[in-house]
């Protein structure tokens, strides 16, 4: 459970920074390929993974989980700029819940491709999940989307992205010690794509975005780091990770959302705090 605590706390580290970050000018996009650099070298240093005096492109070529590293490495900068078209487009709030409502690919993958026991206790703590999910995202169903087709499609390949993202790393996690070295190719392709992207755009490099993404590497490890931990340490449930994960994020992220950035918050969003407290409780103890 602490590694799941953990994995939340930077999650919304992430969350905090960037919404900082935009507020102050900072190039995000410049920030999310330093976040690889830093993710990359953490990786190597900290979890010191074994290459078995085999070359990267020898690593690609021959290990059956190199599906992961490729999958890895093209969705999570793409879905990163997608979301930035969807927030332009779709709005923060409508963005946030199609990202959100992903939770359920995951939860399908686990009583699918996982071969989690479906039972009436998680039946029943799955139906207050998205009874929270729904209060947490009340105000998201005020208005229709104004941005077009440009919205819509921006805001179900969010939700598929995060929804695929979330099944590989629970996949990575399966691949015990190997992990890191899985972990740390899947870094380097993801850096590569950001890096070519920026190159394309002819982007003007800032001290500021590159400071941004030195801080924004490091939480993103330790989130990413500490999720594949928490399916790991909770390997027969990937149910109550996924569901604790999203949940857990957007509780602590409504209520810094109200407090810190004096946000307004609709009574039915605290409403679905307490639910998915509760949710999370009866995933965690009524077996």
């Known amino acids: ?76 900068p793409t879905v990163f700029l997608i979301q930035a078209k969807a927030l332009e487009f779709a709005g923060i709030i409508r963005t946030d819940a199609a990202q959100r409502l992903s939770l359920f ?21 799955l139906l207050l999940a998205f009874t929270a999910l729904a209060c947490l995202l009340w105000k998201s ?19 598929v992205g995060f929804g695929v993202i979330d099944i590989l790393f629970k996949q990575m996690a399966k691949s015990g010690s190997a992990f890191p ?4 190719i899947s870094f ?40 594949i931990k928490a399916h790991q340490a909770m390997k027969d449930d990937p149910t109550l990770v996924f569901t604790g994960m999203n949940l857990g994020v957007i509780c602590l992220g409504t209520l810094i959302g109200a407090f810190l950035f004096k946000e307004k918050i609709h009574k039915a969003n605290y409403f679905g705090v307490a639910i998915a407290i509760v949710a999370i409780i009866c995933l965690f103890y009524w077996r």
């Not at 690919?105 to 703590?125: C, H, R, S």
């Not at 169903?141 to 939700?159: E, F, P, R, Y």
């Open 1 to 76: 459970m602490l590694e799941l605590i953990l994995a939340i706390l930077c999650s919304v580290s992430v969350g905090v920074l960037i919404k900082i970050a935009r507020q102050k000018g900072v190039a995000i996009a410049q920030s999310i390929a330093m976040n690889y650099v830093v993710a990359t070298a953490l990786c190597y240093f900290l979890l010191k993974p074994d290459f078995k005096e085999q070359t990267l492109v020898e690593i690609v070529a021959n290990n059956p989980s190199s599906y992961l590293f490729i999958a890895l490495g093209i969705l999570l």
């Open 105 to 125: 690919l995951p939860i399908l993958a686990a009583f699918t491709l996982f071969g989690e026991a479906v039972t009436t206790p998680k039946l029943v703590a």
């Open 188 to 227: 380097i392709f993801a850096g590569c794509v950001m890096f070519i992207y920026l190159l394309l755009k002819r982007t003007q490099w800032n001290v500021a975005s590159v400071a941004v993404g030195l801080l924004l590497g490091a939480l993103n490890f330790g989130n990413i780091l500490f999720y």
């Open 181 to 184: 070295l899985t972990l740390l």
């Open 141 to 159: 169903h005020q208005g229709m989307v104004k941005g077009g087709a440009t919205a819509i499609i921006s805001l179900a390949l969010v939700w």
